[in-house]
């Protein structure tokens, strides 16, 4: 599936919401296929976005890691039904929009986490997920700024 679409389909669980756990379940899809995205766009994207893509892989991978990895069904992780980017500055605009909701919804799960433990759980999401935006922001910029720079080399 293409990553707009799987982008999408996270955007469409993450704000169904639910109780913390669930919200942190859909948070941990979201970075893992933000970490897909990123190795994707590392190896097969525009050179210029590779060092960021790399980045970006391990900022997600973070955010994954400082959340408990949930009990998935097999066919329901998403970032494994990745098989193409399509059009990477979409991918990436609709991505940078998904982290940022998903920067929100671990608010609401923090403010109502019922334990110690998993408010500082989601804070250590959040700071992750902000990261990651900034990474996909970054490349969006790059990606800006290659364009800008192919009328320059064409007409001189």
Do not use: H, N
Not at 98 to 105: D, N
């Amino acid at each position: 599936m293409d990553a707009v679409r799987l982008i999408v389909a996270s955007g469409r669980a993450l704000a169904a919401g639910g109780e913390v756990p669930e919200v942190l379940t859909e948070v941990w899809q979201v970075q893992a296929l933000a970490q897909a995205i990123g190795s994707r766009l590392a190896v097969y994207g525009p050179p210029e976005l590779r060092g960021e893509a790399i980045g970006l892989t391990e900022l997600a991978g973070r955010g994954c890691g400082v959340l408990r990895t949930p009990e998935l069904a097999p066919g329901e992780l998403r970032a494994a039904q990745l098989t193409e980017l399509g059009d990477a500055r979409q991918a990436l605009m609709r991505l940078g929009t998904l982290l940022g909701e998903t920067g929100i919804a671990l608010v609401g799960a923090a403010c109502a986490a019922d334990d110690e433990a998993t408010y500082w759980q989601c804070v250590e999401a959040i700071d992750a997920a902000d990261e990651s935006r900034d990474r996909v922001l970054e490349m969006l910029r790059k990606l800006t700024d290659r364009d800008a720079e192919l009328p320059e080399r064409e007409a001189g």
